[in-house]
């Protein structure tokens, strides 16, 4: 993947907290596409074709953990799949991993500190897509 300006989508069901975090992440220089809902996700990572996707883990209509293994197979080659919540960190690390999302990071991180770990998620080797247990 070129470097360059960084091309992140966030995807939550909250609009508060999707402006909120495309207000921190442009002010560092990060390019942010919003999506408002779990449906249609991969569409939009088709059009877009962001380096990062940021998903939300509680969407009413399908949970953020299957719209990553759902997308996967649409997004470009690279891209990274962050699950994003509030839930406890054993619990969102567990959905990461059973997923095939690259990794997780708590709603509390905000600010400077999103911006810096999303950016060291470019850098990171993709997960393998998980293969189910039979």
């Known amino acids: ?5 960084l091309r992140v989508l966030v995807v939550d069901d909250d609009p508060d907290l999707l402006d ?5 992440l442009r002010a560092y220089g990060i390019e942010v596409e919003t999506h408002l809902s779990a449906l249609g996700v ?3 990572i088709r059009e877009s074709r962001p380096d990062v996707v940021l ?3 509680n969407f009413p209509s399908l949970k953020g953990d299957k719209v990553v293994s759902l997308a996967r197979s649409q997004a470009p080659a690279g891209t990274k799949f962050i ?7 054993s619990q969102l690390r567990a ?3 059973t997923s095939g999302a690259d990794g ?14 999303i950016e060291s998620f470019r850098h990171k080797p993709p997960r393998p897509t998980p293969v189910p247990l039979v």
């Open 42 to 44: 991969s569409t939009r």
């Open 104 to 117: 997780y990071l708590s709603k509390s991180v905000q600010g400077a500190e999103l911006a810096q770990k």
């Open 55 to 57: 998903i939300d883990v």
């Open 83 to 89: 699950l994003y919540s509030a839930s406890d960190e």
């Open 1 to 5: 993947m070129p470097e360059g300006v």
């Open 20 to 24: 909120l975090v495309a207000r921190s």
């Open 95 to 97: 959905l990461a991993s």
